[in-house]
């Protein structure tokens, strides 16, 4: 079985290539490009992968465009910076693929404080109790590595187009009585500095897109 695996991208010309060389048999990587001005797309074409412009800036516009033009029945999403092993990918995948689980996320462990930053973890770990806290489900982490089934995904009918698109699909997830779990994966050193965690104000976007998702 085929699995589409949809990479947001935005100038991640340096880490691409040991994205995409690590990707598992099976697994087929749709860049979803989002407007990077270095060779991104160039570079992920050399790779092997598919490459789809998305004029819409914005993490979830990138996210559900490659959702579109996805065509395997179960799709994974990660991220394109080199944070996440693709090697990892088979792990998130099995409960779909086996009908144990509708959605499954990659619960980031780190082996250096510095890896991932302090400000970004505290603000992960806010928002992962407030999920647990509306919605029961019980998961640690909002994680960037996931899958689902794609007609499924679809059918939630997400609208979020920026940082808040992760945290609405669990909690569309999670009112649609979807089975959610989690496992651990590695999360490793990105390569340069992440648009989402970098900064303190980075991290602060985020969390406001989040908070407007856990209003509506």
């Known amino acids: 079985m085929r699995i589409d695996v949809i990479l947001p991208c935005l100038n991640e010309e340096a880490a691409l290539p040991w994205v995409l060389t690590r990707m598992p048999a099976g697994f087929r990587p749709i860049v979803a490009d989002n407007g990077s001005t270095d060779g991104s797309a160039r570079v992920a074409r050399q790779h092997g992968a598919t490459v789809i412009h998305v004029p819409q ?3 979830g516009a990138a996210c559900h465009a490659g959702l579109q033009a996805a065509t395997s029945d179960i799709i994974c999403f990660m991220d394109a910076d080199a944070s996440l092993d693709p090697g990892h990918l088979p792990q998130v995948a099995g409960p779909v693929q086996a009908g144990t ?3 499954m996320l990659g619960r980031r462990l780190t082996r250096r404080l510095a890896d991932w930053p302090v400000h970004a973890r505290v603000a992960n770990k806010v928002l992962a109790a407030e999920l ?3 919605t029961g489900v019980r ?4 994680g960037p590595m996931r899958c689902a089934r794609r007609a499924g995904l679809l059918g939630l009918g997400l609208t979020d187009r920026r940082f808040g698109y992760p945290l609405e699909m669990v909690m569309a997830a999670a009112s649609a009585d979807w089975r959610i779990d989690e496992v651990d994966i590695p999360y490793l050193p990105r390569s340069g500095r992440s648009k989402v965690t970098g900064t303190v104000s980075g991290t602060v976007r985020t969390v406001r897109d989040m908070r407007r998702v856990l209003a509506a």
Request: no cysteine; aromatic share 8%; proline share 0%.
């Open 57 to 59: 800036r914005g993490f």
């Open 101 to 103: 689980a509708d959605l």
């Open 132 to 134: 647990r806290r509306r």
């Open 139 to 142: 998961l640690r982490d909002l």
